[in-house]
């Protein structure tokens, strides 16, 4: 049963009013983005009938297999971002480079003045085998004076996020954001076509029992995080030992249960891969952001990820992330 209805639009719009000085540009954003995610949802719940399923046969900027979705993800939020007259660079995944944004695009404001990053579409390498994936998003406030955006504006660290969100499509379309005060969750409702209300103010359990991780890496781990995660599956009444392991294999989707449920989700280094394979700022970013307003922690194993300065597009990073006093556990094994 619906708790209330409150679509997402009115729900930001409630939020601004808390705030005199707002001049109502995030708030469109945020509904500018919403519409792109609704526009994706229905392409990927129908992608199989109108030949949206496979590869496209180009490789991206990380050496991966472009999937159509892929494709068709990043073209429609590139799109909607660039019209939407409130951004000055737009930076996706998929791409190798910034996207400025024209100056005929900023409409008649002297100086548009945000940058969003985003993850076009999560866990694309699920997408034939009909796994939840997701769309990530984190958005910033310039520090260039104006005209179309500059890298500087691009590598900011990411306590200077002002929002940051996800869309989940799994077998109902889910977006959550937050702008620094709370988290929120809103249900697609596609006989309406509208977001609806239905997790307000979450918070994440302060500690679980259950952890993410892909093992099949476990010999390519460093031995202190071997230790860790022998110590989750042992048996130990008194510690809550065992864990339960959940792991799906798509980022959005395993951190949207744990958010939900808590958890820890790894994604480490290895001796294949000593920086991780995620993505610092179209993934880690933003989800850390949303953690820590729900009451967990994120961490690269060493530091706050929201600390870590971004030197690169498209730096790599370690992210373990979910219940806070699981991670903080975890950065103990680490340390030793």
């Not at 990043?74 to 000055?88: F, Y």
Request: charged share 25%; with cysteine; glycine share 8%.
């Amino acid at each position: 049963m619906l708790r209330k209805f409150t679509t997402l639009y009115r729900h930001i719009i409630d939020e601004e009013r808390k705030y005199p000085e707002a001049t109502g540009e995030l708030s469109d954003l945020l509904a500018d983005i919403a519409l792109a995610c609704k526009i994706i949802s229905l392409e990927v719940n129908r992608a199989g009938l109108i030949d949206l399923m496979g590869i496209t046969g180009n490789e991206n900027v990380h050496g991966e297999q472009v999937k159509k979705l892929d494709e068709y993800a990043h073209d429609t939020l590139v799109r909607a971002m660039e019209v939407s007259g409130h951004l000055c660079a737009i930076a996706s995944e998929e791409s190798e480079n910034f996207i400025p944004v024209k100056e005929k695009f900023m409409g008649n404001r002297p100086m548009s003045k945000y940058i969003i990053h985003f993850d076009p579409l999560d866990g694309s390498s699920n997408i034939d085998a009909n796994i939840s994936i997701g769309t990530i998003f984190s958005i910033y406030k310039r520090v260039s004076d104006s005209g179309p955006g500059t890298l500087e504006d691009c590598l900011q660290c990411g306590t200077k996020q002002v929002a940051a969100g996800y869309v989940i499509y799994g077998s109902s379309t889910i977006m959550v954001y937050t702008t620094g005060r709370g988290v929120h969750g809103f249900t697609l409702d596609p006989t309406v076509g509208e977001f609806l209300l239905f997790y307000e103010n979450i918070q994440i359990p302060k500690r679980s029992k259950t952890y993410s991780i892909n093992e099949g890496n476990y010999s390519k781990w460093n031995q202190e995080l071997k230790n860790y995660v022998d110590d989750l599956k042992s048996v130990d009444s008194s510690r809550r030992r065992p864990y339960s392991a959940r792991y799906v294999g798509s980022l959005v989707a395993d951190f949207h249960r744990n958010l939900l449920y808590g958890g820890i989700f790894m994604y480490p280094g290895d001796s294949k891969n000593p920086n991780g394979k995620l993505r610092l700022l179209y993934e880690a970013n933003p989800l850390a952001f949303i953690i820590e307003q729900a009451g967990g922690r994120a961490s690269d194993g060493k530091e706050r990820i929201l600390d870590v300065v971004p030197l690169d597009l498209h730096q790599k990073t370690p992210l373990f992330i979910g219940s806070e006093e699981d991670v903080l556990e975890l950065e103990r094994f680490l340390s030793n």
